[in-house]
């Protein structure tokens, strides 16, 4: 993310928590962005720190939510959140940690999908998302649907997170551009919603399958626009 790299480049950034790190996957942004900060990554996910780990073996990281975080005030620079503000329990406690433990004068960054101003490809992955994030609900996993720009803007406001700077990032990729692709996709639909087999949502939402393999087929698959913040704690 070029525009990152620009801003920070002459911020002094030693120490990063990353939050909801999942399988590791902004680390890569974050290692190339602050080449010499020591990097501590959390998530409450067993399977995907096993992964992580693999990935990552100089990283230290833990199981951990965002709305508890065992970590001292003050203790880092930055704290990143990537992908993950949607699937926190409780949103306005998470960012409060997340100020907790970033220094005075330290950083927060924000890297959210967004449902809003998409073009038709993006819309594609939004209908993807959104149909597995439905189903998690169901299923007692809090999996919210993408909020709009607006929203997520609002969020750090009443968090009294100052905003210094933020930007949309777009990959012009198509996800699905061959068959297996769009079936490997699809697979994992189907897996999905087999988890709600025997609701009535079932039958309900089995339709929504063919119409995404329609819509990618004419569409693409781009995936959904994203928005880039940092916020400066005072």
Known sequence: MEPLTLFFKDIKIENILDIGTGSGDFIHTLKETFTDAKITAVDPDKDSLATARTRFPDIGFSEMVAENLQFNDNSFDLVSISMALHHLNKIRKGLTEMKRVVKPGGWIIINELISDNLNPAQEVHKMYHHFKSRIDRMTGICHRETFTKAAILQMLKTAA????????????????????????????????????????????MKPEIDTFKEKARVHGFQPATKLVIAGRIK
């Open 161 to 204: 997170i100052p905003v210094q700077f933020f930007f949309e990032y777009n990959q012009k990729i198509n996800l699905t551009e061959s068959d297996e692709e769009l079936e490997q996709r699809v697979k994992k639909m189907e897996e999905a919603l087999e988890r709600i087999k025997g609701r009535k949502e079932y039958d309900l």
